[in-house]
């Protein structure tokens, strides 16, 4: 706990509520050989709206996202990915050659075989911070990481313990959160007023930290955990916090930084503590920036807006079929105000792969 920060301009502040929810860019890390599947026989999320493949879809929530344009270039159209097309979780699976597509863990036709090959319980505005999910109503992690414990009693009555405890052991583990806790409960929605950015950076990854520990615990061994994106250079974090030319809101960005630091340190210790894990920061902040900043090197053309509507505030219930999509999806980074769009989460998760794919899974 420490200083209260004064806070920013609050005139935005109903809009950004909606903006601000989902997050951020992380995308994946893990690895890969292209024959890993041998030896990662499944993959397993949690997190936000970057892994979230339809979780969300049946919760009250606004937090959602199926429903057009959303999944415009997704075989067969809007699934609760928030995004044009595929998301992180599905092209890590398929570069890993384990599946094509993560599902959702709450999908109600899931199929027993689906759960083998694993699933994402990553939920749209979820974070790091408890009280996070409980602003949005979604899925917090601490109630992730309890499917986790019903999931692997699902597995163990399909294929038996030892089976289960293979996959299990060996299955990839991706957690992704933390952008909503600094972008809409920290600077939107002031709910942790009585923290300063410091004292808020601690909790998020004293937080994130003891997550870790807790799938570890349960079996979880080849464990990579994203960092916090340029946050402030989001297309709604430039127009709630940039002025008038839209720069990145460098509050956002520091808090991200100072987070980011924090939560790398932890991890790097759990590395050593914990037995026979692989305990792995993926760093996605210096990457993203580098597109957001530079993305004709990447083949972009636009990276301030998004391709839904005006590309400036549009996402989740804000983008929808009266805010149709531009007409080259492929010319932006970012596809609604908050989240990239496929063909940059496939640059994205190319070079996180290619980094950190050794650590991983060795």
Same mark, same amino acid.
């Given at each position: ?34 024959? /890993? ?5 499944? $993959? ?17 929530? &606004? &937090? ?22 595929? &998301? ?14 993560? *599902? ?7 199929? *027993?075989?689906?759960?083998? /090959? ?12 408890? &009280? ?21 009693? %699902? ?5 038996? !313990? !030892? ?18 806790? =600094? ?10 007023? @009585?923290?300063?950015? *410091?004292?808020? /950076? ?12 807790? =799938? ?5 061994? %080849? ?6 994106? #340029? ?25 991200? =930084?100072?987070? @980011?630091?924090?939560?790398?340190? %932890? ?7 914990? #037995? ?5 920061? $993926? ?7 580098? $597109? ?9 053309? $636009? ?17 929808? %079929?009266? /805010? ?17 769009? !496929? ?20």
């Amino acid at each position: 706990m420490g200083r209260p920060l004064s806070a920013p301009s609050s005139s935005l502040a109903p809009l950004l509520f909606l903006t601000a929810l989902l997050i951020s860019v992380a995308v994946s890390g893990a690895a890969a050989s292209r024959a /890993t599947n041998a030896t990662v026989p499944a $993959i397993l999320i949690f997190g936000d709206s970057i892994m979230d493949t339809g979780n969300n879809n049946n919760l009250a929530t &606004i &937090i959602k996202c199926n429903f057009q344009p959303y999944g415009v270039d997704f075989n067969g159209g809007p699934t609760g990915r928030f995004c044009d097309g595929k &998301i992180p979780s599905d092209i890590i699976a398929e570069q890993l050659g384990i599946k094509g597509s993560v *599902p959702p863990y709450l999908d109600p036709s899931l199929q *027993p075989k689906d759960l083998l /090959t694993g699933v994402t319980f990553a939920s749209g505005g979820a974070g790091f911070d408890p &009280i996070t999910a409980k602003l949005v109503a979604v899925v917090s992690l601490s109630q992730q990481l309890q499917y986790f414990q019903e999931y692997i009693a %699902k597995v163990k009555s399909i294929v038996g !313990e !030892e089976r289960a405890n293979f996959i299990i052991g060996n299955a990839l583990y991706l957690v992704v959160a933390g952008s909503d806790d =600094i972008a809409n409960t920290y600077f939107t929605l002031r709910a942790r007023s @009585n923290y300063d950015i *410091p004292g808020y /950076t601690d909790l998020m990854s004293d937080s994130a930290s003891n997550f870790v520990q807790e =799938i570890y615990k349960l079996g979880a061994r %080849k464990i990579g955990v994203f960092s916090a994106p #340029p946050i402030g250079c989001v297309p709604s974090q430039r127009t709630a916090g940039g002025g008038p030319m839209r720069v990145c809101a460098d509050n956002s960005n520091q808090a991200a =930084i100072l987070f @980011n630091s924090k939560l790398k340190s %932890k991890l790097d210790s759990l590395h050593q503590m914990l #037995p026979n894990s692989r305990v792995v920061y $993926i760093d996605v902040y210096s990457p993203l920036l580098q $597109i957001i900043q530079t993305p004709t090197k990447y083949g972009f053309e $636009i990276s301030e807006k998004g391709c839904c509507g005006t590309g400036a505030v549009e996402v989740a219930i804000l983008c929808n %079929k009266f /805010t149709p999509p531009c007409p080259n999806v492929n010319a932006h980074v970012f596809w609604d105000s908050y989240h990239p769009t !496929e063909k940059t989460y496939r640059v994205l998760v190319t070079e996180l792969l290619d980094k950190y794919s050794r650590d991983l899974l060795g």
